[in-house]
């Protein structure tokens, strides 16, 4: 028996239909191997990977990303925007108010949507995004 081959990145963004290029390789694997990692920090990880890329190319490719469901944004208030690879759940974020760090939560209860609107005003809800905001362990024990 053969065992099954595990997509390859480039498998992955072809059957998203979006075409396979280097920098689309090394962004997605940038951000699938960081913690919510913003544009620069990304942008950071292709160079490193591939050479130059232009911040408008990354933006570009992560909006196609995004649109195809390979990556996922979030944006905390106050915060700029965050990529993560950890899609196709309903998983929520909390965020430290001190020094901006972000850590994944898994839903608050129950099944997705992960939590029952008090009102849903006849929306079919499919999803909840919901931000946690606190001290991470670091802050908490400096200002302590």
């Given at each position: 028996?053969?065992a099954p081959r595990t997509p390859t990145t480039?498998?992955?963004?072809?059957?998203?239909?979006?075409?396979?290029?280097?920098?689309?390789?090394?962004?997605?694997?940038?951000?699938?191997?960081?913690?919510?990692?913003?544009?620069?920090?990304?942008?950071?990880?292709?160079?490193?990977?591939?050479?130059?890329?232009?911040?408008?190319?990354?933006?570009?490719a992560l909006h196609a990303l995004t649109a195809?469901?390979?990556?996922?944004?979030?944006?905390?208030?106050?915060?700029?925007?965050?990529?993560?690879?950890?899609?196709?759940?309903?998983?929520?974020?909390?965020?430290?108010?001190?020094?901006?760090?972000?850590?994944?939560?898994?839903?608050?209860?129950?099944?997705?949507?992960?939590?029952?609107?008090?009102?849903?005003?006849?929306?079919?809800?499919?999803?909840?995004?919901?931000?946690?905001?606190?001290?991470?362990?670091?802050?908490?024990?400096?200002?302590?």
């Open positions: 028996m053969i480039a498998d992955e963004l072809r059957g998203a239909g979006l075409r396979v290029t280097a920098a689309r390789v090394a962004l997605l694997e940038t951000v699938r191997h960081g913690d919510h990692l913003d544009v620069d920090a990304i942008a950071s990880g292709v160079r490193d990977r591939v050479g130059h890329v232009s911040l408008q190319a990354v933006y570009e195809a469901g390979l990556v996922r944004r979030i944006e905390p208030a106050g915060s700029p925007a965050r990529f993560e690879g950890r899609v196709g759940d309903n998983h929520h974020h909390v965020v430290c108010r001190s020094c901006g760090a972000v850590a994944d939560v898994d839903c608050a209860v129950g099944h997705a949507p992960c939590l029952t609107a008090s009102d849903d005003h006849g929306f079919s809800i499919e999803e909840a995004d919901v931000i946690y905001w606190g001290l991470c362990p670091g802050c908490s024990t400096a200002r302590g």
